[in-house]
């Protein structure tokens, strides 16, 4: 080795590695109360108006109950509401994990055949246009009224984001990448697995997050067309009752339902793609 | 080992393929046209050029002439509309894998570290585990990657991320490397860095490399042939050979009077301004 190879191996970049801080526990909860703080702040300012508003009866009761009243009631049925928030919680989570199985499938058919592709993406497109909730009574007249029609809502109204975003994902692949595992003499499965999946897999869960708060709406639709459970009937019942505090108890409920589930697939998504979750962190700080 | 590959290239100093001397690379008679809609592109037009074993040949040209192409039938990654590609004596006929490839963009992998982005190459041709990591260490060493085995991509300069991607191409000790503008992206000062030790890699290795490059100060100082190929449809227009030792100080190189009649005579070739870096 010559002395000015030495020195140049001995030398990393001139502009060399990005620097990057590994967060202390401290400065991670820090991190996450300066994330946390401004929608906290408007979401307390929606509950004060929300008090305001009944506090000062510029609404009737029955129109719009206090927080009071709603949270009051949620505590006394209890029982009753997390039962069928329950019912409602399996359904969307078997819908969305049927259509996450069935999109990723039929998205990677699609991607590796054109012929599929062509044949299935217009009926895909077509099948999205129909609104589901007009299809739904269908299914009721098909299964009655246990839980299936509300699963097949869920997983119609889960399906299409999943396809798309993972179709996308798998085609997002840098073709750079594809030629150079043909030289490497990979076989399409190790290409598969080691590169065009893990590559896809930012989209895929991009795709995900869209579709499991759509399988929550697509459970509820489901319920509303007819059943016996589910926040769904109890919304339809309270609805029938004039009952505005259980109403608004149910409506609250399957918010958390969503926002949970939400927030669910983004942890699994940050610890499964630790190194797409840094890159962005990294992307939104050097931003303005 | 790096005795030995020093030795083979005291061989080939003068520059033209000896005589006798075992092909590494013969593309003979070949064309490539593409059908577009409206009309047939002739992108490589009657292209001949043999390289011998352990050569360094770069190829410079105007945008557009074909040379990436020309890459990619000695890779195998496109097929010829007429004439032959030969590697190594045989007849090229689909993507070839006893070769290392290097793209302009580091193409890495964005959640493998940099070790894992090298070890792709073993993984995919179910080399011995540790015979790979061994080999690994041994590429990020002599391209000054030794501390960023674990750093992801994004946390690298693009110099770094090239470098990467050279260790990627190099760990299966490939005979022929294929570089398609490796270093176009870079900044001047980490580039001449780059060609430094691509000087040093080729003294090292003794592998057969074909370096695509807009640089003609680059073509002139690492190779010791430079094709010049024109525009549209790419041809050969010349090739050049370079009269200059195989070790290659950078400043001192740059000074010869064989260096500047080599790049004087390139840039005459492609016409004024074409190739101004």
Redesign the interface.
């Known amino acids: 080795m010559t002395d000015q190879g030495t020195r140049t191996a001995a030398r990393p970049d001139a502009a060399g590695v990005v620097e990057r801080d590994r967060p202390g526990a401290g400065e991670r909860l820090r991190d996450g109360l300066e994330r946390i703080w401004r929608p906290a702040a408007l979401l307390v300012a929606c509950f004060a108006a929300w008090w305001a508003v009944t506090a000062l009866d510029l609404v009737e009761d029955y129109l719009v109950p206090s927080p009071g009243a709603t949270l009051e009631l949620l505590g006394d049925k209890a029982g009753y509401i997390s039962h069928h928030g329950w019912v409602t919680t399996y359904e969307t989570l078997l819908g969305f994990l049927i259509a996450v199985v069935v999109g990723v499938a039929a998205a990677v058919v699609m991607v590796y055949s054109a012929t599929v592709e062509r044949t299935l993406y217009p009926i895909l497109l077509f099948a999205q246009v129909i609104p589901k909730i007009a299809i739904a009574p269908l299914f009721v007249v098909w299964l009655g009224f246990g839980i299936g029609p509300k699963i097949i809502v869920a997983v119609l109204i889960a399906f299409f984001p999943v396809v798309i975003s993972m179709v996308a994902g798998l085609k997002a692949v840098d073709p750079e990448m594809i030629e150079l595992s043909a030289t490497m003499g990979a076989g399409p499965l190790d290409t598969f697995a080691k590169i065009r999946l893990p590559a896809s897999l930012p989209h895929l869960f991009s795709g995900l997050k869209v579709a499991v708060t759509l399988a929550v709406t697509g459970a509820v639709v489901g319920e509303f067309v007819g059943s016996n459970e589910g926040l769904g009937y109890v919304i339809l019942q309270a609805n029938g009752n004039l009952d505005t505090p259980m109403l608004f108890a149910g409506l609250l409920v399957m918010s958390a339902i969503g926002v949970v589930l939400f927030a669910v697939v983004e942890i699994a998504e940050k610890l499964l793609l630790p190194w797409h979750a840094s890159r962005r962190g990294g992307a939104v700080t050097t931003a303005y | 080992m ?1 005795g030995k590959a020093v030795k083979t290239v005291s061989e080939r100093e003068g520059g033209t393929v000896a005589a006798g001397r075992e092909s590494a690379v013969s593309i003979e008679d070949v064309a490539v046209r593409f059908r577009s809609r409206k009309r047939d592109v002739t992108a490589l037009h009657d292209v001949s050029v043999d390289i011998a074993m352990g050569e360094f040949v770069a190829i410079v040209g105007p945008s557009g002439c074909g040379k990436s192409t020309l890459l ?1 039938l000695v ?3 496109l097929k010829p509309s007429s004439g032959a590609v030969r590697l190594r004596g045989e007849r090229v006929a689909g ?3 006893d ?3 290097v ?1 302009q ?1 580091a ?1 890495l ?3 493998r570290s940099a070790r894992r982005n090298i070890l ?2 073993a ?3 179910k080399m011995p585990a540790d015979k790979a990591r061994a080999r690994t260490a041994e590429l990020m ?4 990657l030794t ?2 085995e674990d ?2 991509p ?7 991320q090239q470098r990467v991607a050279l260790c990627r191409a190099l760990l299966h000790e490939p005979p022929v490397l294929l570089m398609d503008e490796p270093f176009g992206a870079l ?1 001047a ?2 580039r001449e ?1 780059l060609n ?2 691509m000087n ?1 890699i080729w003294r ?1 290795t003794g592998t057969t490399i074909l370096l695509v490059t807009h640089s003609v100060a680059e073509a002139a100082y690492l190779a010791n042939r430079v094709v010049v190929m024109s525009e549209r449809p790419g041809t050969v227009a010349e090739v050049i050979d370079v009269d200059l030792p195989a ?1 290659r ?2 400043a001192a190189t740059m000074a010869r009077p064989e260096f500047a009649r080599v790049t004087n005579r390139v840039r005459d070739l492609l016409g004024a301004g074409a190739a101004a870096d």
């Open positions: 790096p990619k890779a195998g990654l993507p070839r894998h070769i290392g490839y793209f963009r193409a992998l964005e959640w792709l190459q993984e995919m041709r060493a002599m391209t000054g501390g960023f750093a992801l994004h946390e690298l300069s693009g110099g770094m900044d000062l980490t860095q430094i030790e040093r090292e070790e100080d950078y």
